[in-house]
């Protein structure tokens, strides 16, 4: 069975930083690109990195460019993202996701909730 | 960046319709178009890619259609379980992009 699973979410006041990971089994994880997928309160989707197989390639959404950073670690089968400079219009569930860089997203993990607030 | 947008933003439907869902990029995708729906609470699950490839698991009465910069999601006859919220994702370019999406909601 495949799952994906975030952690690292939580409160976090403006300014401040936050690590994602997320957890990654029942599939070659060391094949796919991977990638991180937001969704404000009562919102849309919208995509925010993306790390190839290999984690030699990566992108950013013009919203994060400069204070996010997506990574991985293919021998720990684990995904992660770390937010610096945080701002409100960050607070989202964050999704870890299987594909992106030019394909699908097949595989999702359940979230997690990042509240940026003083 | 491209541009995705759906229509219509919300729908009103009963059990047994035939529902159809569209989506418009700004340019060009040829069919590199995925469709997502979403229930309450929960993560988003992959239903059609490259526009009419059925993903594994998913019931028959979902299907897509479309290239270039025209698509549909047409569900054929819906059932209770298919009141959920719809996206459409262009993986053409990076950055992907999503429409924002169509509430399916019961009449």
């Known amino acids: 069975e495949v799952q994906l699973v975030e952690s690292g979410g939580g409160l976090v006041q403006p300014g401040r930083s936050l690590r994602l990971s997320c957890a990654a089994s029942?599939?070659?994880?060391?094949?796919?690109?991977m990638s991180w997928v937001r969704q404000a309160p009562g919102k849309g989707l919208e995509w925010v990195s993306v790390?190839?197989?290999?984690?030699?390639?990566?992108y950013y959404a013009d919203s994060v460019k400069g204070r996010f950073t997506i990574s991985r670690d293919n021998s720990k089968n684990t995904l992660f993202l770390q937010m610096n400079s945080l701002r409100a219009e960050d607070t989202a569930v964050y999704y870890c996701?299987?594909?992106?860089?030019?394909?699908?997203?097949?595989?999702w993990g359940q979230g997690t909730l990042v509240t940026v607030s003083s | 960046d491209i541009q995705m947008t759906q229509s219509p933003s919300s729908l009103s439907a009963s059990v047994g319709d035939r529902v159809t869902i569209t989506c418009r990029a700004s340019?060009?995708?040829?069919?590199?178009l995925n469709w997502y729906q979403q229930k309450l609470g929960k993560a988003p699950k992959l239903l059609i890619y490259?526009?009419?490839s059925l993903q594994s698991g998913v019931p028959s009465r979902f299907s897509g259609s479309g290239s270039g910069t025209d698509f549909t999601l047409t569900i054929s006859s819906l059932q209770p379980e298919d009141f959920a919220t719809y996206y459409c994702?262009?993986?053409?370019?990076?950055?992907?992009?999503f429409g924002q999406g169509t509430k399916l909601e019961i009449k």
């Open positions: 996701a299987s594909g992106g860089y030019y394909s699908y997203f097949e595989y």
């Open positions: 029942g599939f070659s994880f060391s094949s796919y690109a």
């Open positions: 790390i190839s197989a290999s984690g030699v390639s990566t």
């Open positions: 340019q060009s995708i040829n069919t590199y």
């Open positions: 490259a526009a009419s």
């Open positions: 994702q262009q993986s053409d370019s990076i950055p992907d992009t």
